[in-house]
Nanobody, 127 residues
Framework: QVQLVESGGGSVQAGGSLRLSCAASGSTYRSYCMGWFRQAPGKEREAVAG????????YYEDSVKGRFTISQDNAQNTLYLQMNSLKPEDTAKYYC????????????????????WGQGIQVPVSS
């Protein structure tokens, strides 16, 4: 079993920063393939950022490139998402996810590749 718990969300003004954390517990050997997703009201869940290939590769959705940074602290079993220069369009519920299987062919932006999810955390960005 895997448990993922997000923290660090909250209201922020446009241009501000937040750091989301995801604490993983349980069977964390898959922790080398993890990601952050978000879902805005009325929209599908989308990949924001991912880390894979043993932590050596990262993925970012185009709209967050240069503003968001994903990182891991494997000793602490914690995944982070540093979000800078936030925009109102970043407003969504953010989810941490861990892959069901983690191998060389892993595709980080596909929702179905993740079998374990946190409960999500709201990030409202006001203009």
């Amino acid at each position: 079993q895997v448990q993922l718990v997000e923290s660090g969300g909250g209201s922020v003004q446009a241009g501000g920063s937040l750091r989301l954390s995801c604490a993983a517990s349980g069977s964390t050997y898959r922790s080398y393939c993890m990601g952050w997703f978000r879902q805005a009201p009325g929209k599908e869940r989308e990949a924001v950022a991912g880390v894979f290939n043993g932590g050596g590769s990262t993925y970012y959705e185009d709209s967050v490139k240069g503003r968001f940074t994903i990182s891991q602290d494997n000793a602490q079993n914690t995944l982070y998402l540093q979000m800078n220069s936030l925009k109102p369009e970043d407003t969504a519920k953010y989810y941490c996810a861990m892959a069901t299987y983690c191998n060389g062919g892993f595709t980080p932006q596909i929702v179905d590749n993740y079998g374990f999810w946190g409960q999500g955390i709201q990030v409202p960005v006001s203009s």
